[in-house]
């Protein structure tokens, strides 16, 4: 490949929050995005799991700093967003990684459940989104991915919740396209398929699950969290230009086969 085509795809310069980003997924995108030259600003709720994952990216030569906010609170959002941009310097990605897990049947689903999951996989992106476009939005560009999932499509019993917040996500992602990409925002999402995370680890720890995944999914086997980079670098590049408003699934198939 010649420089001129990977000089698409390079980040260096550019500075990208990602929210969530102490462990699992959010971890290896920062990781990712780093590896292409961006400055990453790790972000958690726990403090001490952030400055881990910073010492561990610093281990291996990474330009990182950390944020520790939670993406339910606005306030704190909004304070922990302008101080990154008067004190660290403008955010040009942002990846809206956060997300957590809830299961039982929906005839037996807690309210606060419900609003637990809700206030982190989608008033949290609504949160986080506004206070970093109010800085994109002047300076006339910027980059925002949404993590979505195989539920913003299709839902399986004991998640219903989940599936309607990543739904939501989706088309929150379509909704920040239409308001901003006339701005020079572009705003798309990821929807990944099954990657062995803390998330998901009662998935992970039940066989009779994992048989059934290896073969509904078409590549056969549960992705590695790695594999979620190459999507992110390119939604976070020059490389994607044009792109608005789009859900990449990196799901090996899974959303594509019945
Ligand atoms: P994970 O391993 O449980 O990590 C979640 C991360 O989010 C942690 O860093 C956690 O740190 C942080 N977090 C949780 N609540 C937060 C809050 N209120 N404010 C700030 N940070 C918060 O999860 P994961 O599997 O990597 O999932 C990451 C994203 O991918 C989620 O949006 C998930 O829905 C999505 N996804 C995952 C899969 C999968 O197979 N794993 C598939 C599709 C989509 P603290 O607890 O310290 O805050």
Not at 3 to 19: D, K, P, Q, V, W
Not at 54 to 83: Q, W, Y
Not at 203 to 221: H, I, M, N, Q
Request: net charge negative; charged share 20%.
């Amino acid at each position: 490949m010649t420089n001129r085509a990977l000089e698409r795809f390079n980040l260096t310069g550019r500075r990208a929050l990602i929210t969530g980003s102490s462990r699992g997924i959010g971890l290896a995108l920062a990781r990712g995005l780093a590896e292409a030259g961006a400055a990453v600003v790790i972000n958690a709720r726990d403090q001490d799991g952030a400055r881990d994952a910073l010492s561990r990216l610093h281990e291996e030569g990474l330009d990182a700093t950390v944020a520790p906010f939670d993406v339910t609170k606005a306030d704190d959002v909004a304070a922990a967003i302008d101080a990154l941009e008067a004190h660290t310097g403008p955010i040009d990605i942002l990846v809206n990684n956060a997300g957590i897990q809830r299961r039982a049947p929906l005839e037996s689903f807690s309210s606060q459940d419900w609003n637990e999951l809700m206030s982190v996989n989608l008033d949290g992106v609504f949160h986080v989104s506004q206070a970093v476009a109010r800085h994109m939005l002047p300076r006339g560009r910027g980059k925002i991915i949404n993590i979505c999932s195989v539920q913003s499509e299709l839902a399986r019993p004991t998640i219903a919740p989940y599936a309607a917040s990543k739904g939501a996500v989706r088309m929150l992602t379509k909704g920040m396209c239409a308001d901003w990409a006339r701005h020079g925002i572009q705003v798309n999402a990821i929807a990944p398929g099954y990657f062995a995370t803390d998330l998901n680890r009662a998935l992970v720890d039940d066989p009779e699950f994992s048989a059934w995944l290896c073969k509904r999914t078409p590549a056969g086997r549960w992705g590695n969290v790695d594999e979620l980079c190459g999507a992110a670098v390119f939604l976070a590049s020059d490389a994607s230009s044009f792109v608005n408003g789009q859900t990449l699934f990196v799901d090996g198939g899974l959303t594509s086969v019945v």
